[in-house]
C-alpha cells in the first residue's frame, strides 16, 4: 500500500541497499505483492557505485539508511527516483508511510515470466551487469532448493552475515528465519557450527570464513543438518 500510495506501478523498480533484517524481507514481499522489481544491493557500495546501479536499472525508488539519504538525494533527483529510509530497527520514513495505510492489500496479478528482481553481478570481469529474474526463475530456485536440501516447516534456517543480494531462494523456502547479526574471524566458524547443532538449524553465508567444502552434520533426531560454503571462493 506504502508503494502504490507514492505512485508505484507494477514494473516499477525498487532499489534497496540496507541490512538484512526481517523489515528488508517485508520490502521485498510488499515488492512481489504489488508487482514491483525487487533491487537489493550491497551494503558496501559506495555512492558513486550506486549512481550506476539506479541510472542502469531505472530505479523508480531507492531505500537505504538515513546516514546516505542526504549523499543518494541528489542521485537520486537525477535520475527520477523518490528516496526512502530503511534503518536496521525498523524506523525510518518507509514504514513511517507504511504505517499509515491499511493492512489489506490486493496482490497484482503477474506471470510466470514477469520481471520479480535484477540482482547485479559483482564486476570482476567487467562492469557489474544486471541479472533479469522471473517469478518462474525465483519459484524454480526455491523449489529446487527445498527438495534438495528437504526444507521443512519445522526446520529453522539461520542465515548470518550474507546480503539480501545473495539470499537466493532463502526468502521462498518454508523454514523460519533467524538471522544473526554481524560476525567475523575464524573463531566465530566454530561457533557457527555448536550454533547449528544448538538449534537444530541450516546456516547459508559466505563472508568472513575459511574456504572450505560443503560440510555436512548429523546430529540430534532431525539428521542431516547443512553448511554450504560453495560461495567462498568468489
Given at each position: 500500500?506504502a508503494?502504490?500510495?507514492?505512485?508505484?506501478?507494477?514494473?516499477?523498480?525498487?532499489?534497496?541497499?540496507?541490512?538484512?533484517?526481517?523489515d528488508?524481507?517485508a520490502?521485498?514481499?510488499?515488492?512481489?505483492?504489488?508487482?514491483?522489481?525487487?533491487?537489493p544491493?550491497?551494503?558496501?557500495?559506495?555512492?558513486?557505485?550506486?549512481?550506476?546501479?539506479?541510472?542502469?536499472s531505472?530505479?523508480?525508488?531507492?531505500?537505504?539508511?538515513?546516514?546516505?539519504?542526504?549523499?543518494?538525494?541528489?542521485?537520486?533527483?537525477?535520475?527520477?527516483?523518490?528516496?526512502?529510509?530503511?534503518?536496521?530497527?525498523?524506523?525510518?520514513?518507509?514504514?513511517?508511510?507504511?504505517?499509515?495505510?491499511?493492512?489489506?492489500?490486493?496482490?497484482?496479478?503477474?506471470?510466470?515470466?514477469?520481471?520479480?528482481?535484477?540482482?547485479?553481478?559483482s564486476?570482476t570481469?567487467?562492469?557489474?551487469?544486471?541479472?533479469?529474474?522471473?517469478?518462474?526463475?525465483?519459484?524454480?530456485?526455491?523449489?529446487?532448493?527445498?527438495?534438495?536440501?528437504?526444507?521443512?516447516?519445522?526446520?529453522?534456517?539461520?542465515?548470518?552475515?550474507?546480503?539480501?543480494?545473495?539470499?537466493?531462494?532463502?526468502?521462498s523456502r518454508?523454514a523460519?528465519?533467524?538471522?544473526?547479526?554481524?560476525?567475523?574471524?575464524?573463531?566465530?566458524?566454530?561457533?557457527?557450527?555448536?550454533?547449528?547443532?544448538?538449534?537444530?538449524?541450516?546456516?547459508?553465508?559466505?563472508?568472513?570464513?575459511?574456504?572450505?567444502?560443503?560440510?555436512?552434520?548429523?546430529?540430534?533426531?532431525?539428521?542431516?543438518?547443512?553448511?554450504?560454503?560453495?560461495?567462498?571462493?568468489?
Amino acid at each position: 500500500n506504502a508503494f502504490a500510495a507514492q505512485g508505484l506501478t507494477p514494473g516499477d523498480r525498487v532499489a534497496a541497499q540496507v541490512e538484512k533484517s526481517h523489515d528488508a524481507l517485508a520490502v521485498y514481499a510488499a515488492c512481489v505483492q504489488a508487482g514491483l522489481v525487487f533491487l537489493p544491493l550491497n551494503t558496501g557500495y559506495t555512492v558513486d557505485e550506486l549512481s550506476y546501479f539506479i541510472e542502469d536499472s531505472g530505479a523508480s525508488m531507492v531505500i537505504c539508511k538515513g546516514d546516505r539519504r542526504e549523499a543518494l538525494t541528489p542521485i537520486a533527483k537525477k535520475h527520477r527516483a523518490q528516496i526512502e529510509t530503511l534503518e536496521d530497527d525498523g524506523t525510518g520514513s518507509l514504514p513511517d508511510k507504511a504505517g499509515d495505510q491499511a493492512d489489506s492489500f490486493k496482490t497484482v496479478k503477474r506471470t510466470e515470466d514477469d520481471l520479480a528482481a535484477l540482482l547485479y553481478t559483482s564486476g570482476t570481469t567487467g562492469r557489474s551487469k544486471g541479472a533479469m529474474l522471473t517469478h518462474r526463475n525465483l519459484a524454480s530456485n526455491a523449489v529446487t532448493l527445498a527438495a534438495l536440501w528437504r526444507f521443512t516447516a519445522a526446520d529453522v534456517m539461520m542465515s548470518y552475515p550474507v546480503e539480501m543480494a545473495h539470499l537466493r531462494g532463502s526468502t521462498s523456502r518454508p523454514a523460519t528465519a533467524d538471522w544473526l547479526s554481524r560476525i567475523h574471524a575464524r573463531p566465530a566458524y566454530q561457533r557457527l557450527l555448536e550454533e547449528m547443532r544448538r538449534q537444530q538449524a541450516v546456516a547459508e553465508g559466505k563472508q568472513h570464513l575459511p574456504v572450505f567444502p560443503s560440510i555436512r552434520i548429523r546430529d540430534g533426531p532431525h539428521g542431516l543438518h547443512r553448511y554450504d560454503a560453495a560461495w567462498m571462493g568468489e
